[in-house]
Structures are given as structure tokens and as C-alpha cells.
């Protein structure tokens, strides 16, 4: 009886495995018959169903068809966003938008707010793949607004606002804001936690990590890469593994360890090569030429970076063509083959200047404002109808409380206004202080007086200086336009320009003027911030007022050192006249003209310094010989680090 027992036993645990086995095993025919019965409306409800098929193409094709057929939209437009998902994974993004924007519409057909949520997301993910920001931003907002429009959300709809949220914290990434973009995805991660969606943490660790490392942060960005690590380790994310090993090699690379960067690229590479997504093997190619560069593995940097310069063109990827032209310059420049490196350059520049035009920070900014100002307008509506009921159904104190809660909310509301005010006062300040600057560098009478010395070497017939000049001029005014839009430089860019400032202002004393830059050795200048076009008003006063009364030698010798951990020191010294002869003879001049560069410089270098824990300083010392007579000036300007 027990071998009875036994054997019915086993029986029935082998035919409940089959069961249980065929249940895994069940066709498209046969989830379809199964949905089709109860016709779920929710992402949850259908993923119960058909969560096997998902990374099928040919089922899913096969289940859009059949879905049709039995007229169930929410069951069809579930599987056509899936299929865009899977055409978006290996680049195919213009299908990718055709199947997302046949999801949307199904969507709209079947009334289903969460899938038409769902769908503009996928939307604003595909065009942001293809660097068309701002198309992918009005998908993402469209999005948002709809799904805040529902009183008490399902998971799918929270899941969305939370990937909205993420969105909204890419928009500030793109304006530089990266604070405000940190505090948009750690709100991403707050819902993401309460729904216990750890691939939606992962996302937004990845993203604050990215936050920091635009801002120099590397610690803090390594940190939050590795967070996203171990959570897609947790749930054998291969994908988001590819992205955090990429990024930490970036990270490894910046920070000078480009032999430790190198160990997680080619651990990182085969797993690439295999998921087929061109974006990321592009990326993981340019990272191995780039790590391969400093170590000064020259031959296989190029035929690494070349590899994934061929795959951002064929797949026109442009923001991952700038950074293959950026690092190819690099290389050529390490290699000294100047020739390639300049045309490498121009290449970079080009693809920088068009990034930069289709990512309109304004329009951008438009969008936040626009979106803020609805939802406080929506948020007052609900209120007002909300105390307009309890009026009708509480009690005369339960109104005196209402009416009590609704003056201070309005008070709140209306000091945040005030306070919103004044932080659009002091922007308009700063922008208005900003343009001053840059009329202050593009003085007339310079470009006049510039172009004229110019069009004398093309009167003499000297054509190689009138080029180089122009060349020299032309970058100027360039430089000077593109740094007008930034409140901050590196040091090195801004001793780049004043080098062709002076270069052009030196034309008019035929070359006379000794200019030398002498900088320690140790400094590194490109992590070092100065507001931009800051030490042209000094140049200027040195050239103007100390020089070009002077007859015999001329020497300008800017210097920079750090004298101690927190600051930066730029001494200018000329051998001119001197402050008080020049005091003289600004005196005994009948028209006189109001010089108001050094004091627009000093307006923001106060505004630079808000930031900063130590503020700026700025001394003027006449220098005298040992019989005690004027022999130049010495301008020494203190500016903190962050």
C-alpha cells in the first residue's frame, strides 16, 4: 500500500511538472485564447500573460496580428510597445518611433491613459537615442502632464511619473543645472522604491553618478555608478552592467588610471558585442582607443577609435561622432601629427556647435516654466473646487479651518511667487551684467583699429600676415562669443584667448611689445574656473595706459601660481609709465572717455565668488626703480578655487 502510495505520489508530481512546464511553454495561439477570456486592462494585468514574449520580435509581430483580429487594444498596443523597445535596443530607432507612434494610437483608441502614458515615454526615449532632444522633450512633458491628471494612479501610471521625473532631471542636465537634475531623479527614486522597481533605481543612480561627473564630482559620480552596478548585478541587468562599467572606465580614465579603465573595457567588451547595440559598442570602442591613448598604445588607439568612428557615422549617432573626432585629435596631437589634429579638431568643433543647436536650451526652459505654471494652475483649480464642496457638506468650524488652511497655503503661494521673482530679478542681473561684459570685450574702436591694421598688410601687398592675422582675429571674436553664454571657463581657455588678444592688439605697435605667460609646471589649468574674458580689462589698461606713451622696450608678463591650497594668483606686470604719469596725461586730454571694464570685472567677479567659500582680491602696486622713479605697474588678482 505504501509502494501504492509512493508511486501515485510521483506520478502526480511528474504530471503537475508537465503541467507546470507546458504552462511555461505556451504558444502565442495559446496566451492569446487565454488574455482574450478576462482582457486585462493594466501593464501588470497583460505582463502577467505575456511576459515571456517580450524580447521576441517575430512573437510579438505575431501577437500585434492576432490582438487585431480579436479587436483587444490594450493587449496590442502593450505588444507593439515592446517591439519598439526591441528595435530601439539594437539602433533601429526610426522603427522604433514608427511602432512606439502606432502604440500611441491604438492607445488613444482603446481610451487607456496608462498605455498612452507609456507609449509618449517610449516616444521621448527614442528621440533622445537619437540626440533630437527636443522633440523627445515635448513626448516626455505631454507624458507627465497626463499622468499627473489622474486623482489616484495605478502602479503602471507611478511607474511612468517616475520615468517622467528621470526625463524631467535630463531637461536640467541639458541646461547645466545639475543640482536641480539630482533632485529630479532622487524624486524618480523615491516612487521607484515605493513600487520596489529596482531597474528604475539603477536608472537613476546612473544618472545622478552622470550629474556629478559633469559637475568635476568624480568621487561622488564613482560612487553612484557603483551603486547602479551591484542593482543591476542583483537583477542580471546586462545592459545597464555594459553602461556602469562604461561609465566607472570614464570615470577611471579622468582620474589618470587608464590601466585599471582598460581591465573593464575588454571585461565589459564581448557582452557588447553580443546584445548588438550599435550606440554603446561605438562607445565601448572609442573608450578602448582613449584609455589605449594615454597609455601611449598609439597603433591600437587608432585602430580602436577608427572602428568606432565607422559605426557612428554608419548609424549617424552625432553626439558619439564628437566624441570620436574630440578623442582622434588627441591622439594625433600625443602623436604630433599637427596636420590630422587640426582637421580632427574642426571636425569636433562642428559636430559641438550642431549638438548644440539641436539641443535649444531656450526652448528647454520655455517648456520647464510652461510646465510649472500648468501644473500650479491645475493645483489652485482642484483646491478651490475641493474647499467649495466642504463648504457645502461640513460644519461652520470645519470651514473656519478650511478657510484658515486656504489663506496659508495662499500666503505660501504667494511668497514663493515673490521669492521666484526675485531669482528671475537677480538672473536678469547677472544676464544684463554678462552682456555689458562682452560689449565691454567687443569695444568698436578695437575691431575698427584691428580690421584696419589688417586691411594695411593686404594694401602692401602682404598676404601671409594679412591671413594670419585675419586667422588670429577671426578666433578672437569667436572665443569671445562662445564664452559670452557661460558664467565660468577654464584657465587654460582664457590664457588661450589672451594670447590672441594680444597677438591682435599688438599689431598696432608693429610687434613691439614683449607679451610672455609664465605658469608653474605643476598647474592644472583646465580644472581651474575663472569667469570668461576676465583679465582682458587688465591687458588693455597695461597696453593703453602704461605702454603706448612709452618710448623704447615694452614687456607685458602675465604670471600664475598658487601661493596657497585654496587660491589661484595671475599677476600682470608692465614696464610702462606708470599710474600717475598716465593719471597725467588722461588729465590733458580734452575728450575723455569712461573706462568701465574694470569695473564690470569687478561686478562679476563678485558674483563668480558667491559660490566659493573664500572671496577674490585685487592690488594694484607701482613698481620703482632704485633711484625711486615709476618703471611699470603690477596687477595682482587673487581668485579662490572651488
Not at 26 to 47: E, M
Not at 462 to 487: C, D, G, M, P, T
Not at 491 to 515: C, P
Amino acid at each position: 500500500m505504501k509502494k501504492l502510495s509512493l508511486l501515485f505520489l510521483i506520478t502526480f508530481l511528474c504530471l503537475s511538472k508537465n503541467g507546470f512546464a507546458q504552462k511555461k511553454r505556451l504558444t502565442v495561439q495559446q496566451a492569446v485564447d487565454s488574455i482574450v477570456l478576462k482582457k486585462p486592462t493594466t501593464y501588470k494585468g497583460i505582463s502577467n500573460y505575456l511576459r515571456q514574449f517580450r524580447r521576441d520580435t517575430i512573437k510579438l509581430k505575431k501577437l500585434i496580428i492576432l490582438f487585431k483580429e480579436k479587436n483587444y487594444l490594450d493587449g496590442k498596443t502593450y505588444a507593439e510597445n515592446f517591439l519598439g523597445r526591441r528595435y530601439r535596443k539594437f539602433s533601429l530607432y526610426n522603427k522604433a518611433i514608427t511602432i512606439h507612434k502606432q502604440a500611441l494610437t491604438t492607445s488613444k483608441k482603446a481610451k487607456n491613459i496608462e498605455f498612452q502614458v507609456f507609449s509618449l515615454n517610449m516616444l521621448g526615449v527614442d528621440y533622445r537615442e537619437k540626440d533630437a532632444i527636443r522633440v523627445a522633450l515635448d513626448y516626455n512633458q505631454e507624458a507627465l502632464v497626463l499622468a499627473e491628471s489622474v486623482k489616484n494612479p495605478n502602479f503602471g501610471l507611478r511607474r511612468s511619473i517616475a520615468v517622467s521625473h528621470n526625463s524631467m532631471g535630463n531637461i536640467y542636465l541639458l541646461l547645466k543645472q545639475y543640482d536641480l537634475a539630482i533632485n529630479q531623479f532622487l524624486q524618480s527614486q523615491v516612487i521607484e522604491k515605493s513600487i520596489h522597481n529596482k531597474l528604475g533605481l539603477a536608472i537613476n543612480n546612473q544618472n545622478i553618478g552622470y550629474a556629478y561627473d559633469a559637475k568635476g564630482e568624480l568621487d561622488k559620480a564613482l560612487e553612484y555608478y557603483q551603486k547602479s552596478l551591484v542593482i543591476n548585478n542583483t537583477i542580471n541587468n546586462s545592459f545597464g552592467k555594459i553602461i556602469c562599467n562604461s561609465s566607472i572606465a570614464n570615470i577611471y580614465i579622468k582620474q589618470g588610471k587608464p590601466k585599471d579603465a582598460l581591465v573593464l573595457i575588454e571585461e565589459n567588451f564581448p557582452i557588447v558585442k553580443k546584445l548588438g547595440n550599435k550606440k554603446y559598442l561605438a562607445f565601448e570602442y572609442l573608450n578602448f582607443g582613449w584609455a589605449q591613448t594615454k597609455l601611449k598604445q598609439y597603433k591600437k588607439a587608432e585602430r580602436n577609435l577608427l572602428k568606432g568612428l565607422k559605426i557612428a557615422k554608419t548609424n549617424n549617432l552625432i553626439s558619439t561622432l564628437s566624441t570620436a573626432y574630440s578623442h582622434l585629435y588627441e591622439l594625433k596631437n600625443e602623436t604630433k601629427n599637427y596636420k590630422d589634429a587640426l582637421s580632427y579638431y574642426t571636425l569636433a568643433e562642428e559636430f559641438d556647435e550642431k549638438i548644440s543647436n539641436e539641443r535649444n536650451t531656450h526652448y528647454v526652459n520655455d517648456l520647464i516654466i510652461k510646465y510649472d505654471s500648468e501644473k500650479k494652475n491645475n493645483q489652485i483649480k482642484t483646491l478651490a473646487k475641493e474647499n467649495e464642496i466642504s463648504k457645502l457638506q461640513l460644519s461652520k468650524n470645519r470651514v473656519f479651518w478650511i478657510i484658515s488652511l486656504s489663506l496659508l497655503l495662499l500666503t505660501g503661494i504667494i511668497l514663493y511667487t515673490l521669492y521666484k521673482h526675485k531669482l528671475l530679478k537677480n538672473k536678469q542681473k547677472i544676464t544684463t551684467l554678462e552682456q555689458d561684459a562682452l560689449r565691454a570685450q567687443m569695444n568698436p574702436h578695437f575691431i575698427f583699429n584691428a580690421l584696419n591694421s589688417i586691411k594695411l598688410y593686404i594694401i602692401n601687398n602682404e598676404q601671409k600676415n594679412a591671413v594670419h592675422y585675419l586667422n588670429k582675429f577671426s578666433k578672437l571674436i569667436r572665443k569671445i562669443l562662445e564664452v559670452s553664454a557661460i558664467k565660468e571657463t577654464s584657465l587654460a581657455q582664457e590664457l588661450e584667448t589672451m594670447d590672441l588678444y594680444m597677438t591682435i592688439e599688438n599689431i598696432r605697435f608693429s610687434n613691439e611689445i614683449d607679451f610672455n605667460m609664465n605658469v608653474k609646471p605643476t598647474l592644472n589649468l583646465g580644472s581651474i574656473k575663472v569667469p570668461p574674458l576676465v583679465l582682458q580689462p587688465f591687458l588693455e589698461n597695461a597696453i593703453w595706459h602704461g605702454l603706448s606713451s612709452k618710448k623704447g622696450e615694452k614687456k607685458i608678463t602675465l604670471s600664475v601660481n598658487q601661493t596657497h591650497k585654496n587660491f589661484i594668483e595671475i599677476t600682470i606686470e608692465d614696464n610702462g609709465i606708470g599710474r600717475k604719469a598716465s593719471a597725467k596725461i588722461k588729465a590733458g586730454k580734452t575728450i575723455h572717455r569712461k573706462s568701465i571694464g574694470i569695473a564690470l570685472t569687478k561686478d562679476r567677479l563678485k558674483n563668480f565668488v558667491k559660490e566659493h567659500t573664500h572671496n577674490f582680491s585685487l592690488t594694484y602696486t607701482d613698481l620703482m626703480d632704485k633711484d625711486n622713479h615709476p618703471k611699470g605697474t603690477q596687477v595682482s588678482l587673487l581668485i579662490p578655487l572651488k
